[in-house]
């Protein structure tokens, strides 16, 4: 009865109504289910068909749990990835498995749809990412997109 942990990353849409709690300790945690379908062209029916769907539940935690709660709604099409946890339990005698994915990172697919990123300043552009090279010159306040200023090793 433990989780097993593996990374994933799923394309899809928001299936379900995103909700969005402050516990009582103070931390924010926000959910919604997944849906993945696998799509595959037919060539008798000229034309791609559904395949096998995939239900899985999204956790968010923190400041990615106030920014999701804020962002999404059900019929979004997101791409999420964290660590895939598969518990089982056991209901009325029944032996049961629940996976989902707590949520490292969650974003706009934007295969159906336009995105306008809005920044709140707080993620500054000139704090460095470890084990990356200083690609980007800071940005200053009003300015447009970063510069350029180096390539990948």
């Known amino acids: ?28 945690r926000t959910s919604f289910r997944i849906l993945s379908v696998a799509r595959r ?23 990615l749990a106030d ?16 660590r895939l946890r598969n518990r089982d339990y056991e209901l009325d005698g029944n032996r049961r498995n629940v996976s989902e994915i707590e949520a490292a990172a969650v974003g706009a697919s934007l295969q159906w749809g336009r995105v306008a990123i809005e920044h709140d300043g707080s993620g500054s552009p000139d704090v460095p990412i470890p084990g990356m090279p200083d690609l980007v010159a800071p940005r200053k306040e009003g300015e447009g997109v970063p510069e350029v200023v180096g390539a990948l090793p």
């Open 1 to 28: 009865m433990g989780w097993n942990d593996t990374a994933i990353t799923v394309v899809g849409v928001v299936a379900s109504e995103v909700t969005h709690r402050e516990l009582a300790s103070g931390v924010s």
């Open 41 to 63: 062209y037919d060539t008798d029916a000229q034309g791609f068909v559904d395949g096998d769907k995939l239900f899985l539940n999204v956790t968010c935690w923190r400041r």
């Open 67 to 82: 920014e999701v709660g804020k962002a999404l709604e059900k019929g979004d099409s997101v791409i999420v990835t964290g």
